[in-house]
């Protein structure tokens, strides 16, 4: 039997999942010593808590997820705001630095899927689904691709594959995230290079750490600028569907927010800032932490238990090649230093999972060990906009081939 939960339900139990989830952080030592995002925690715990309920009951629960989508847009419109054009002309060489291994990362995941196909009696072009498509591109690049390979590799349940596949790489990719910086920032006794940067996303929460910036009229400023972006962002998706051009809609809405975001200051230096402030820091924390405790909270664990070895087989492959990648190539040629660290946490987590999960992670280590303002710049930049093109092109290779 399937049980649709309506948005409105689904946007209230993935706020008290949220909340759930930084009670689990407070109260249990191994989940903030290994950086587990405060949404990780709470997801996967309402993520088994459904599969109890269907393996016990036989009940499918089905989440309306319209308002997880907003808060993505929400989130991506308040990192455009944070973004400086000073950090992005600063950035511009590790951020070509960091497309590249993206890049090579995305031929790599390709190979061992191919590989790993074949050893497990599948057609090799299926190995996009055990690879970047799934993985780098996520549930949604996976299902757009799974009709190519039904009919390059014979699979009829090629779509199940791929979401499977996705599903499993997005929960490996909210936990191994947070203890690859670990392992990095306490291994090296690495430090921020701005210790006294303001907060990108996130703000303590403690009363002895509290505020005084947070305030009706600051939180405010922060709302009407957001919706401004996002108002700009959908016309601008609207034009670009007009000519052809299908970006997922939080991209054209991260570059209005950088946009509105700097002409603001050009305009008005002396104004109040936007940018970089707790109250922008508090609605990106709140919105990325409801969109992956309800994205966690959907998974179906249950289609994981029928897909057998090949999927686990692989996929630990996939991760044991990340982590080697993320801590032996990544690291050293990002600098090695504190940034680099950061970064890699959230390479982890959308080279397996997606954008979100990346922040997240980075996002779990910023708050535990200091801020990084340009890691938060670079990340999304080439993760929700120039991977994808990457992505498409070695996704026709390899089907191809």
């Known amino acids: 039997m399937i049980v649709t939960v309506s948005p409105l339900i689904t946007a209230t139990m993935g706020l008290a999942i949220f909340v759930l989830g930084t009670m689990l952080n407070k109260r249990i030592t191994l989940l903030r010593d290994f950086n587990i995002p405060d949404s990780v925690s709470g997801g996967l715990v309402a993520a088994f808590i459904a599969f109890l309920i269907y393996f016990l009951a036989g009940i499918e629960l089905s989440f309306e997820l319209q308002a997880r989508d907003f ?30 291994l993206t890049i090579v990362m995305i031929v790599i995941q390709n190979v061992v899927g191919a590989g790993g196909a074949m050893l497990f009696g599948y057609a090799p072009s299926a190995g996009v689904l055990f690879g970047s498509a799934a993985l780098i591109g996520g549930h949604g690049t996976a299902i757009a691709w799974s009709p190519a390979v039904v009919q390059s590799a014979s699979l009829p349940n090629a779509e199940e594959l791929g979401i499977a596949v ?10 191994i995230g947070g203890p690859i910086a670990r392992f990095l920032v306490e291994g090296r006794n690495l430090s921020p290079e701005h210790p006294d940067a303001g907060p990108i996303i996130g703000i303590a929460d403690s009363a002895e750490n509290e505020d005084k910036s947070i305030s009706p009229v600051t939180v405010s400023r922060v709302l009407l600028y957001l919706n401004l972006a996002i108002i700009a962002g959908l016309l601008i998706h609207d034009i670009l569907l007009e000519i052809g051009v299908n970006l997922p809609l939080f991209v054209p809405c991260l570059i ?19 940018a970089r402030t ?38 630990a492959l996939q991760t044991a090649v990340t982590l080697c990648f993320v801590i032996f190539v990544l690291f ?15 390479f982890a987590g959308f080279s397996l999972g997606a954008t979100p999960t990346a922040i997240a992670n980075m996002t779990a ?15 999304p930049l080439v993760s929700a906009f120039f991977v994808d093109i990457a992505n498409i092109v070695a996704i026709k290779f390899f089907i191809g081939f």
């Open 332 to 346: 050293p040629l990002m600098g090695g230093n504190y940034r680099a660290a950061v970064l890699g946490a959230g």
């Open 71 to 100: 808060f993505l847009v929400l989130f991506f419109a308040g990192i455009g705001l944070n973004a400086k054009f000073s950090d992005l002309i600063t950035g511009g060489k590790p951020l070509l630095i960091l497309l590249v």
């Open 256 to 274: 209005m927010g950088i946009i509105l975001a700097n002409l603001r200051s050009f305009l008005f230096p002396n104004a109040e800032p936007i």
């Open 278 to 315: 707790p109250a922008l820091a508090l609605i990106s924390e709140i919105s990325l932490g409801a969109f992956l405790s309800m994205s966690l909270m959907a998974l179906q664990l249950w289609t994981l238990v029928e897909l057998g070895a090949a999927i686990a087989s692989i996929l």
């Open 365 to 379: 280590v910023t708050k535990r060990y200091g801020p990084s303002p340009m890691a938060f710049v670079i990340l």
């Open 166 to 175: 996705a599903t499993l790489g997005l929960v490996i990719a909210a936990l």
